[in-house]
């Protein structure tokens, strides 16, 4: 299956990346930092190496991954933000809203996400 982690060199992120590839899945992880672009290369995943905050980039990332399966696990967000930047709830929501837009699919029947 083709898989697409957001998220994919943080803490949650590797060891499902590398699980994910461990079970022959076809793993594209996202990152926005050299290292972690290394490291996930380094367990065997594809690279999207992308800002969560690029709606483009994001975009193009997740075109090319051709993914069946999104798994957002973005949980690095800065401690003081700018004040463009909207408050963590609000960046989840509308990133998980942007995903299943782009996907042209809604949530399952039962699903319990802070969209339903």
């Not at 290369?41 to 069946?68: H, P, Y």
Request: hydrophobic fraction near 40%; charge should be negative.
């Amino acid at each position: 299956m083709r898989i697409f982690v957001a998220g994919a060199s943080g803490a949650i992120g590797q060891p499902l990346v590398a699980e994910l590839v461990r079970r022959g899945h076809e793993v594209t992880g996202m990152t926005h930092s050299e290292a972690g672009a290394r490291h996930l290369a380094d367990m065997g995943a594809a690279v999207a190496q992308a800002s969560a905050f690029d709606a483009a980039a994001v975009e193009q990332a997740l075109t090319n991954a051709r993914a069946e399966v999104v798994i957002d696990e973005l949980t690095s967000l800065p401690h003081t933000r700018p004040g463009w930047l909207p408050p963590p709830r609000e960046i989840e929501k509308a990133g998980r809203v942007q995903v299943m837009s782009d996907r042209d699919q809604d949530c399952y029947d039962g699903c319990r996400c802070p969209m339903c």
